[in-house]
């Protein structure tokens, strides 16, 4: 294999030349192709056809960075004081717990990366070249410029090429344009500023051939290709944290600094009143262990992996963790239209024939739906079902879309999809839906000749053998409707045309954003045997019209409804024309006023950064948006502070995905450059599973807020204890290893059943979260003060009580910390939907009490631990504590009691309780 060299970067645009000015520069042969010697030289200074594979991070990297966290270094510090001190046993416990966190960290994103493919595979596959006047089949990494590639039906397009020859050619560009109809392609030199989606005399690397055959001139490969500076310019983007990770952040830096200060002050003054350097230096150690939430990294991760496993049973699947809040925080979403909030097929709606109008149900390439007559009634027009046969004049059109037609449906298990062009395939599935089959329908009337859809022309034509040969003709409405002079009625006879009733059907269909087609015939002798276009110039009679869209999701609409009353924005944003974007937006109810309010990609363009902004926060749909155009959207919402998702399925969105603060790609029916690039991909492409992830976003960050909400007031009231009694000069009432023990071992086991709390009924019922709100609010950090309040007086008094009733400080300690798991099982219930479910079937016993297996299974785990803690003598031995009597155990529940109104008062206290018990 050569060396490579570097990659030839063209000094002029393709497009704008002539053919043979192009064949000139590249030095290429269009009738013989490159010669060997040609292609050898050009293999060593431009190397193979295909994108550089990008090397991911080694797995020692990736298992490293997992410990990148601020509130990770606290614990690592924490755990090499305590083994400076010889405290092994705690240092491995810390040490233990931060290895846990990174190893479920590290095996959720190894996860997803490997089931991400290369980027380079999006431009792997088969190519026709000619060489040396021979037509060669090669792979297409093989290919160099100035190749001449041979095109045809069904061929992925292996690198970007300058078209020179066309027959009836249509290309597929919706990877990389957006536009969802396939583009007819001519050889005609263009202005230098067509837009890509209009570049009519090129086809681009990635896409498909649909219909007829071309010829053209390699003049890009590799990373020069339209597909190669995307993913160039993908990594030039900015890879912007996540909210939850900014504030985590946030948060720990400023724990960090009270600690350390909290720890300074207390040793000084320690030091002062006349104790030991090494009696502070334990007693600070305890104090900073006891701030530390130990507990808080291993309880977010895997708070963010059970929702990354609650969003892949809503069909989206998460590659990296944060994302999963990221997305419940999200204020706008940016949303491509086809096959996202569209099914991504075309579907007849309407029919004109016999001048009468019909209604077509049903969506997509499947029979079910029905035709339906509409007529002018009071209250608008009123459906009339059939009954018995259809209308002479309706049959009629609908065969000639099923015989002057080159696709095929096919099915696969529930599953339809068309083989060919969407249009046509849309006209099969509206004959199917009045049950007429195209085997039945080709079978009685065998086709004999064809003149294939072209442009100049605008209408196709075939050629038929039935009880007497007939032409069936479909094409624009201009074309069809100059070469007619006569229609049929409803019972199909033959009358003079009707043109102003066919121009005022035709409008009706533009005006909902349908793309309308028009169907005629022509009888002919039984001696021709083929037909040519003067056949069809004039003699024809008018059959109707069929108007067609790719509709909306119903799923979507209901989805887009759910979102707007979570008060997040949709954006649509699109390659699609303005006109259909704008309707199908209208059909969703996307817009934020009563008229949808529209821009094209182009008008865009001039526009300074700050008018910008206020144009992409104002606006509902950007249509015909270039690439470039995308990322700038998205970088002018975020300047607004908005917390951004973006959708998309094609290389064109892949800049956008990687600079949105949530990348959405389609995992069904997107490349593989959207998918490297999204942080989550959607495995049904459809936008509803986007409201469902919502929904467990803002799950997730509610049950993370009941995790802070329930662990650090445990860590203020063991820092009050500590601090006071230093400061007092009096006996520790917790050692530092017991409170390890409440931070880690109890704390765990109560806390994360709180990660599965199920989703509140008022999850989407609120609006997003400011953005720059931090982690710890004032509501939370207030009802975090009350309960550490609580917890000091509960530890320092049962400790001070239990020392002077019992004369045993060892006794006094355990039953201290025994309490003080007593008074949490009952804030746990307090701030958990169990809890709030109990409270409302005391005041109405006919309301139903939702199941918490995991949170009673925390609770009991909790309880039994608790007992092992003091009634084991390992455990005595271990973490100085002693077994306790009957009355003992007793007295340790009493403060259960003045928990239970003490917590409903801080419920009252944060009226945000609503997210910290999810209901109100």
Same mark, same amino acid.
């Given at each position: ?28 042969? /269009? ?48 755990? *090499? ?7 092994? !046993? ?29 980027? +380079? ?21 093989? &290919? ?36 969802? &109809? ?71 830096? &400023? ?67 944060? *994302? ?38 049903? +969506? ?23 009954? =018995? ?13 099923? &015989? ?23 006209? /099969? ?34 050629? #038929? ?59 002919? =002798?039984? #001696?021709? #045997?083929?037909?040519? #276009?003067?056949? $069809? ?18 799923? *979507? ?17 699109? =390659? ?19 008229? $949808? ?85 959607? !495995? ?78 008022? *999850? ?108 084991? +003598?390992?455990?005595? !031995? ?18 259960? /009691? ?23």
């Amino acid at each position: 294999m050569p060396e490579v060299k570097g990659k030839r970067k063209l000094q002029f645009s393709p497009f704008q030349d002539d053919v043979s000015e192009v064949v000139k520069r590249l030095d290429s042969d /269009l009738e013989n192709g490159l010669s060997a010697e040609k292609v050898a030289k050009r293999y060593e200074t431009d190397g193979w056809n295909e994108l550089p594979v990008i090397p991911g991070k080694p797995a020692w990297l990736r298992f490293l960075l997992q410990f990148h966290q601020p509130l990770l270094y606290i614990l690592l510090l924490a755990g *090499a004081v305590k083994a400076f001190l010889g405290s092994w !046993t705690n240092a491995g416990v810390i040490w233990g717990v931060m290895v846990l966190n990174a190893i479920i960290g590290y095996v959720q994103e190894a996860k997803a990366e490997d089931a991400i493919a290369s980027l +380079s595979k999006a431009v792997t596959t088969e190519a026709t070249v000619l060489r040396d006047g021979q037509t060669l089949q090669l792979p297409s990494r093989d &290919l160099v410029v100035g190749d001449v590639v041979l095109l045809s039906s069904g061929d992925k397009v292996p690198a970007d090429v300058r078209l020179f020859k066309t027959r009836s050619l249509q290309v597929d560009e919706s990877a990389l344009t957006g536009e969802s &109809l396939p583009v007819e392609k001519f050889v005609r030199p263009l202005p230098v500023e067509t837009p890509l989606a209009e570049r009519i005399n090129m086809a681009y690397a990635g896409s498909f051939v649909t219909f007829g055959q071309g010829r053209g001139v390699v003049v890009a490969t590799a990373e020069a290709t339209e597909v190669g500076q995307i993913s160039q310019s993908m990594g030039n983007s900015v890879n912007l944290s996540t909210p939850l990770t900014r504030k985590f952040s946030k948060f720990s830096r &400023l724990l960090l600094y009270a600690i350390l200060t909290l720890a300074t002050l207390t040793f000084v003054i320690g030091l002062g009143q006349g104790e030991s350097w090494v009696y502070m230096f334990e007693a600070v150690v305890a104090l900073a262990v006891s701030a530390i939430p130990e507990g808080l990294p291993a309880v977010v991760t895997i708070t963010l992996a059970i929702g990354v496993n609650r969003m892949a049973q809503r069909n989206a699947i998460v590659r990296k963790l944060p *994302a999963v809040e990221a997305l419940g925080s999200a204020t706008v979403v940016c949303s491509d239209k086809t096959g996202t909030l569209t099914e991504n097929q075309m579907t007849v709606q309407a029919v004109y024939a016999g001048e009468q109008h019909y209604r077509v149900s049903g +969506s997509g390439y499947g029979p079910k739906g029905e035709i339906v007559l509409l007529k002018e009634g009071k209250d608008g027009d009123l459906e009339h079902p059939f009954e =018995g046969e259809l209308p002479k004049a309706l049959q009629t059109c609908l065969t000639a879309g099923v &015989l002057c037609n080159d696709a095929q449906l096919k099915q696969e298990e529930e599953q339809w999809s068309v083989v060919g062009d969407p249009t046509e395939g849309a006209l /099969l599935a509206a004959a199917v839906k009045a049950e007429f089959t195209q085997s039945g329908l080709v079978a009685r009337n065998p086709r004999l000749d064809a003149i294939p859809f072209e442009s100049q022309y605008q209408y196709m034509a075939t050629l #038929h053998d039935a009880t007497s040969r007939v032409i069936y003709i479909k094409g624009s409405v201009e074309a069809i409707l100059s070469r007619c002079s006569q229609m049929v009625d409803t019972q199909g006879e033959i009358i003079p045309l009707n043109h102003s009733s066919i121009v005022q059907a035709v409008e009706a269909m533009t005006a909902q954003a349908l793309r309308v087609l028009a169907f005629a015939y022509k009888r002919v =002798g039984s #001696h021709v #045997h083929a037909i040519e #276009h003067e056949d $069809v110039e004039t003699g024809l009679v008018f059959l109707g019209l069929q108007g067609m869209i790719d509709p909306p999701r119903p799923e *979507a609409i209901a989805a887009v409804h759910a979102c707007r009353n979570a008060g997040i924005r949709i954006k649509m944003v699109t =390659g699609d024309h303005i006109s259909t974007a704008r309707t199908i937006a209208r059909r969703m109810n996307i817009q934020q006023t009563k008229e $949808v309010l529209a821009f094209e990609g182009r008008a865009l363009v001039p526009m300074p950064d700050d008018e910008l902004a206020r144009t992409v926060e104002a606006g509902d749909v950007f249509a015909r948006v270039a690439p470039a155009q995308k990322l700038r959207l998205v970088e002018a919402l975020q300047s607004q502070g908005e917390i951004v998702a973006m959708t998309g399925d094609g290389v064109n969105d892949a800049p956008a995905l990687k600079q949105a603060d949530i990348g959405i790609a389609m995992g069904k029916g997107g490349t593989e450059v959207a998918r490297e690039a999204a942080d989550m991909l959607l !495995t049904d492409d459809n936008f509803a599973s986007i409201e469902a992830a919502v929904e467990e976003g803002r799950t997730v960050y509610q049950n993370l807020r009941k995790a802070i909400a329930f662990l650090l007031p445990v860590n203020g009231g063991e820092s009050m204890t500590i601090l006071i009694s230093v400061l007092l000069a009096r006996e520790l009432p917790i050692l530092s290893l017991q409170v390890l023990w409440l931070n880690m071992i109890n704390s765990l086991t109560m806390t994360v059943p709180l990660a599965f709390e199920p989703k509140s009924k008022n *999850a989407m019922r609120q609006p997003p979260r400011n953005p720059k709100e931090p982690l710890i609010t004032g509501l939370l950090l207030k009802r975090i003060l009350l309960v550490s309040l609580f917890n000091w007086v509960l530890i320092f008094g049962m400790f001070e009580w239990a020392k002077i009733t019992f004369d045993d400080v060892v006794v006094a300690r355990t039953m201290a910390i025994q309490a003080l798991v007593a008074a949490r099982i009952v804030y746990l219930l307090s701030i958990s939907q169990l809890g709030a479910n109990l409270l409302a079937w005391l005041r109405d016993r006919s309301v139903a009490v939702t199941s918490a297996p995991f949170l009673l299974l925390g609770i009991g785990g909790a309880i039994a631990l608790q007992v092992l803690f003091s009634q084991w +003598s390992l455990m005595n !031995t271990l973490f100085e504590t002693a077994p306790l009597t009957w009355g003992q155990w007793l007295i340790c529940l009493l403060p259960m /009691l003045p928990m239970l109104p003490f917590a409903i008062f801080v419920n009252r206290v944060d009226p945000q309780h609503q997210v910290l018990s999810s209901t109100r």
